[in-house]
Structures are given as structure tokens and as C-alpha cells.
T-cell receptor, first 115, second 109 residues
Framework: GAGVSQSPSNKVTEKGKDVELRCDPI?????LYWYRQSLGQGLEFLIY????????KSGLPSDRFSAERTGGSVSTLTIQRTQQEDSAVYLC?????????????FGPGTRLTVT | GQSLEQPSEVTAVEGAIVQINCTYQ??????LSWYQQHDGGAPTFLSY????GLEETGRFSSFLSRSDSYGYLLLQELQMKDSASYFC??????????FGAGTRLFVKA
């Protein structure tokens, strides 16, 4: 079946503009994660959705970042008033459940460049 | 807080065995995962240890010792295609996953 998809694959934006990044998880997966990865670095946790529960937003770096998940499926990560330090690859992952199960399936990522 | 440490780089020869270590600090967690990431690619799941001991999946094995706050990934019969970055990750309470900074593995002919 289809894997996790993300769009756009690349996004170049000017400093101060807002951007929206989209994630389509694997059908039936209840858990959805957003991460950020800077060049040559590890993955930085941003936010986690599990079913209809309130999301875990503890990793969001500032109030310029927000995310929502509609209908328990598609998720959008929004960055307002982008800054150059927001430049990174934004990765989305999903898993059948979030219950400490280990395996997450990652999308190809969105490479964001803020000029 | 929670943190993981892994070596930044490891170099090994094709056909050899290599071990990538991961030490962690956490107050509690469900298990330790390992992911592989090739340059420009997405991380892919390799292995997961919920309990102490060794988990084997083909050429890859992973080990966890909760009492030592330590785990490792063992790669056998190294191939050139194994050159990639390898991340250990804690599945923590609240289902948040914390990743290490990654170990870059270079496999030489």
C-alpha cells in the first residue's frame, strides 16, 4: 500500500512569510509525528498526535509553530513569520498506534529553505 | 531530562562486523529503537528492544541493557550499501520519541 506522503518536497520562502507543510499518513495509522532535521543532525521531535487525544506539543520550538490533524488523518504543520533558523527538513511519520511500539514509518520530508 | 549519546562516526571494512553503541539518560521509557538513514532519504526502522537482551533481524541485531542504560546495534557481513547514518531512539512515556544525534557509518572496500 501507499506509504507516508508529504508535500511539497521542497519549499523556498522569504523570511517573514508563513508556510504550510502537509502530511498524509498511512491509512489506518492512528499516531502521527512531526520532526525537524537540520543538515547532518538528528531528528528533533516537534509534535505528536494519537487518535482523538490532545496532541503532545511539547517539542514545538516557539509559538510560531502550530499543527493540526483533521479527521484523524491528514496533518498540516504551519510555521508563521518564518526565520532563517527554521530552514531544515521537516519529516512526518506515522505508526499503527503510539503505544511505545517502536516502529514509525517516515515520509520523504519537506526541505524548507528560508532566504 | 532525556538524552542519548552515540559516536559521531564509525568506519569498518566490507564483510566485517561493526557495533554502534548508544547510551541514554531517562527516567522511564518503553523501549529503544534503531533507524537507518541514507543521505537524502527518510529514516527507516531497523529494530526495537522493549526488553533486555538481543533482538536479531537478519544481518542486524540490537541489544538493550536497562540496568546499564546502554544499547547497541550490531551489523554483520557489512556491505557497501550499509554506509548510512544510524540513529538510536527512546520511546518515552507519553509516546514521544527522542532520537540520538546519529552515527555515520562508512564501509570501506
Amino acid at each position: 500500500g501507499a506509504g507516508v506522503s508529504q508535500s511539497p518536497s521542497n519549499k523556498v520562502t522569504e523570511k517573514g512569510k508563513d508556510v504550510e507543510l502537509r502530511c498524509d499518513p498511512i491509512s489506518g495509522h492512528t499516531a502521527l509525528y512531526w520532526y525537524r532535521q537540520s543538515l547532518g543532525q538528528g531528528l528533533e521531535f516537534l509534535i505528536y498526535f494519537q487518535g482523538n487525544s490532545a496532541p503532545d506539543k511539547s517539542g514545538l520550538p516557539s509559538d510560531r509553530f502550530s499543527a493540526e490533524r483533521t479527521g484523524g488523518s491528514v496533518s498540516t504543520l504551519t510555521i508563521q513569520r518564518t526565520q532563517q533558523e527554521d530552514s531544515a527538513v521537516y519529516l512526518c511519520a506515522s505508526s499503527p498506534s503510539g503505544l511505545g511500539g517502536g516502529e514509525q514509518y517516515f515520509g520523504p520530508g519537506t526541505r524548507l529553505t528560508v532566504t | 531530562g532525556q538524552s542519548l549519546e552515540q559516536p559521531s562516526e564509525v568506519t569498518a571494512v566490507e564483510g566485517a562486523i561493526v557495533q554502534i553503541n548508544c547510551t541514554y539518560q531517562t527516567s522511564g521509557f518503553y523501549g529503544l529503537s534503531w533507524y537507518q538513514q541514507h543521505d537524502g532519504g527518510a529514516p527507516t526502522f531497523l529494530s526495537y528492544n522493549a526488553l533486555d537482551g538481543l533482538e536479531e533481524t537478519g544481518r542486524f541485531s540490537s541489544f538493550l541493557s536497562r540496568s546499564d542504560s546502554y544499547g547497541y546495534l550490531l551489523l554483520q557481513e557489512l556491505q557497501m550499501k550499509d554506509s548510512a547514518s544510524y540513529f538510536c531512539a527512546l520511546n518515552t512515556g507519553g509516546f514521544k520519541t527522542i532520537f540520538g544525534a546519529g552515527t555515520r557509518l562508512f564501509v570501506k572496500a
